[in-house]
C-alpha cells in the first residue's frame, strides 16, 4: 500500500518510529492508501500544491486482514485505493509488517 501525506501526518508517522497511522481528523471519516506509486504520485501532487511539499510512503498489511476492504476503483484504472474506516485504523496500525517506509518527497519546482 502506498500513502500521499502531507509534511503534518508524516511528521506523525515519524513520531511513531515509522510503525503507525496517526488517527483520523475530525471530518476525515476513511482512511485511503492507494494501490501504486503512479497514483499515490497524482495524489501527492495536492499536497505539493498546498503546502510545496509532500510525501509518498509504503507500507504492508497482512493480506488477511486487508481483503476486508476491496479496492475501489475511483477513475482511471491505475486509480485504485482502499477505503478503511478511520474507525478501523488502530487495527490496520497492528497489522503492519515491518516499518512505513519513505519512498520520495516531492517538493514545488522553482523557477
Known amino acids: 500500500m502506498y500513502r ?3 509534511e503534518a501526518e508524516y511528521r506523525l508517522v515519524e513520531a511513531s518510529e515509522f510503525k503507525a497511522w496517526p488517527p483520523r481528523l475530525e471530518g476525515q471519516p476513511i482512511f485511503y492508501p492507494v494501490a501504486n506509486l503512479e497514483y499515490a504520485r497524482e ?5 505539493v500544491s498546498d503546502s510545496g511539499r509532500g510525501y509518498v510512503l509504503k507500507f504492508e498489511v497482512d493480506s488477511e486482514w486487508a ?11 491505475r486509480h485504485e485505493e482502499w477505503w478503511i474506516p478511520a474507525e478501523d485504523l488502530a487495527s490496520l496500525n497492528d497489522h503492519i ?3 512505513i517506509e519513505l519512498v520520495e518527497v516531492q517538493t514545488r519546482k522553482t523557477s
Open 97 to 99: 509488517i515491518g516499518l
Open 4 to 6: 500521499p501525506c502531507n
Open 67 to 77: 481483503r476486508k476492504y476491496p479496492l475501489q476503483v475511483v477513475g482511471a484504472a
Open 43 to 47: 495524489v501527492n501532487a495536492w499536497n
